[in-house]
């Protein structure tokens, strides 16, 4: 039985050329089982589509902005990502329970995780975003570059327990990729089969149960 | 000279793949990018080892020979097609057979929804002139570019649930 890939973090109409309807009906056809819509900021989130779940990838410019909008968004958007990159955003990311995902940390100068953000990410259940975009975005030394990061925070994740998400951070549906090619993709990192299925299937479904059970504790 | 005995031969798998695109894509520089694609993934070695080649195309979809050890490389290849030609494309593979009757048979015999021009203005959700119709899928070109430049595409892609006018 194949199980049920989630593409958990996908960028929609406003922002990407393409609606939450659009990107689900292609991301059906490729062999997802869902989508999850996260925007950039609550402005790009206009259209909101049932069969879509949404969510918000944060964008902070210091450790205390992030943890202003952490508070603010907790209670209203199901996922709650963080835009990574910046050292401290990710460690301040790794630190909150409230935060679901920490997307691409590999984005500054640096691979962005160290044994430190590793350990705490672990214990507060923050899973880590590879956004495999730079595969068909970028050629040769931004790739390479790219893939040397993530091969290191891979090996990070890997040895701390942290949990993988595998998405494809599209902009449009011509950046969804089906399951079985991230897979194929994830094995250059090197992840192996069983462990880039979990980073397709099981990692974002038990993201998708965590909000449902924050939802539950709130009402 | 003799052939080889079928013993010695190289075992051969045929990838089976869809191709969408905004544009027609020709065959030539179809081919031309997956060399690319792969030399840029696996290098000249890798290729050489994984016998990458294009066995044959119709515009939407075709099949890749490669090794028998090496399926996963070319679906790996496949998925970093991102553009041919300043074209956004995207290459699904559907599955992998070891013979060409066998790939034709098995994944390529699907039903082509066939793409028809259409001309209409819209306003929902976007104010443009909604140009092609696939299926359910529709595409428009915006009046405001930044968010097809934002996404590096062409066109809005929406459905037909967004905007039931359109029907």
């Known amino acids: 039985m194949t199980p049920d890939y989630v593409d958990i973090s996908v960028h929609a109409f406003p922002e990407g050329a393409d609606t939450p309807k659009r990107l689900n009906l292609v991301a059906r056809s490729l062999g997802f089982a869902a989508i999850g819509v996260t925007a950039h ?23 205390r902005d992030l943890r202003k909008k952490i508070a603010f968004f907790s209670d209203t958007a199901p996922i709650i990502s963080v835009h990574g990159g910046d050292e401290q955003i990710n460690r301040a990311a790794c630190s909150d329970d409230r935060v679901d995902l920490l997307m691409h940390p590999d984005r500054g100068k640096r691979g962005g995780l160290n044994q430190v953000t590793a350990k705490i990410a672990e214990k507060n ?17 931004e790739r ?30 011509f950046d969804l990729r089906a399951p079985r090619q991230l897979k194929a993709l994830a094995r250059l990192l090197p992840l192996e089969d069983k462990e880039a299925t979990a980073a397709l299937s099981s990692a974002p479904q038990n993201i998708i149960k965590r909000s449902t059970q924050k939802e539950k504790a709130r009402v | 000279m003799k052939p080889l005995r079928p013993t010695l031969r190289d075992s051969f798998r045929y990838v089976a793949f869809t191709l ?35 066995v044959m195309f119709d515009g939407t979809k075709g099949l890749v020979r490669c090794h028998y050890r090496h399926v996963p490389d070319v679906q790996a290849t496949l998925a970093t097609i991102g553009k041919i030609e300043n074209n956004r494309v995207r290459a699904t593979v559907l599955g992998t057979s070891g013979t060409i009757k066998a790939a034709i048979e098995k994944y390529l015999q699907i039903d082509e929804r066939i793409r028809r021009t259409i001309s209409s203005y819209v306003t929902v959700p976007v104010s443009g002139k909604a140009v092609r119709m696939r299926g359910k899928e529709i595409d428009i070109i915006p009046e405001d570019r930044e968010i097809v430049d934002r996404a590096d595409v062409q066109f809005i892609g929406i459905t037909i649930d967004d905007n039931e006018r359109l029907i």
Do not use: M
């Open chain 1, 41 to 63: 900021s609550p402005y790009w989130s206009q259209l909101s589509d049932s069969s879509a779940i949404s969510g918000i990838e944060i964008v902070a410019h210091s450790v």
């Open chain 1, 125 to 141: 259940g923050v899973a880590l975003g590879l956004s495999f975009g730079y595969f068909w975005k970028t050629r040769e030394i």
């Open chain 1, 144 to 173: 390479s570059r790219a893939l040397a990061l993530q091969h290191q925070n891979v090996a990070l994740c890997q040895k701390f327990g942290v949990p993988l998400v595998i998405t494809s951070d599209a902009y449009s549906h």
């Open chain 2, 20 to 54: 969408s695109s905004e544009e027609p894509v020709r065959t030539r520089d179809l081919q031309t990018e997956i060399f690319k694609a792969a030399k840029s993934l696996f290098g000249d070695v890798g290729v050489s080892k994984s016998g990458t080649k294009v």
